[in-house]
């Protein structure tokens, strides 16, 4: 089993440009969620799906986030215009339905320059 | 919404000393959270230490031990006698079934040989 597995590890963007993250989350695994985690806000709650439905997006930024889910093998959380604070490494997990252990992929380090 | 602190940002340990690092939470939903410590490993992604679901009980994992007190609002993680690979970043965590979990803001222990 290889685990959550994201693409890219390290991306750097340019102002205003957008940077788009993958998530493969455990095969078998229903739930899949996002996380970012900075120096000065720690490890927040993004959004998630299951069963690629979304079902909940109260941690995401209004404007200029979106996340996708377009079949069980994979999540896109995409991020237009970037900004120099949405710089910090963006987590993915992945849970078996029914189940409350929540498995993380090694992140998305993102820097905007 | 829910909540959960960390006290200590950063503690050092000497060898085979005792640990405990101190967790409580805000829960602000009906029923009990389930409660969880996470850890990162130097170069490591975050894993799940322990869990616990019931209020009351206790969980354990490679030596750590945390019991969920309800009344006291407490999830402290505590070991006997630490090792130098014990030196990692530690998350106090709740959440509710499948749902989102809310981080502390992360403990990091240092060991001194």
């Known amino acids: 089993n290889a685990g959550v597995i994201q693409t890219p590890r390290h991306k750097v963007t340019g102002k205003g440009q957008e940077a788009t993250l993958w998530c493969e989350p455990i095969s078998g695994h229903s739930a899949v969620f996002w996380y970012r985690q900075t120096i000065v806000q720690g490890l927040e709650f993004l959004t998630y799906f299951r069963n690629q439905a979304p079902i909940d997006d109260s941690g995401m930024p209004k404007e200029r986030f979106s996340a996708q889910m377009p079949n069980q093998s994979h999540s896109t959380l995409k991020i237009q215009s970037t900004q120099p604070q949405d710089s910090a490494v963006y987590l993915c997990?992945?849970?078996?339905?029914?189940?409350?252990?929540?498995?993380f992929g090694p992140g998305t380090r993102l820097l905007v320059l | 919404g829910d909540s959960v602190t960390q006290t200590e940002g950063q503690v050092t340990v000497s060898e085979s000393k005792s640990l405990i690092i101190n967790c409580t939470y805000s829960?602000?939903?009906?029923?009990?959270?389930?409660l969880f410590w996470y850890v990162r490993y130097p170069g490591e992604g975050l894993q799940l230490l322990l869990k616990?679901?019931?209020?009351?009980q206790k969980g354990s994992s490679r030596g750590f031990e945390a019991t969920y007190n309800k009344e006291a609002t407490s999830f402290h993680l505590q070991k006997a006698s630490v090792q130098e690979s014990d030196s990692a970043v530690y998350y106090c965590?709740?959440?509710?079934?499948?749902?989102?979990?809310?981080f502390g803001a992360g403990t990091k222990l240092t060991i001194k040989p």
């Open positions: 616990v679901i019931t209020a009351g």
């Open positions: 965590a709740l959440g509710y079934g499948n749902e989102k979990i809310t």
């Open positions: 829960a602000t939903s009906i029923g009990y959270p389930n």
């Open positions: 997990a992945s849970s078996l339905d029914g189940g409350n252990t929540q498995y």
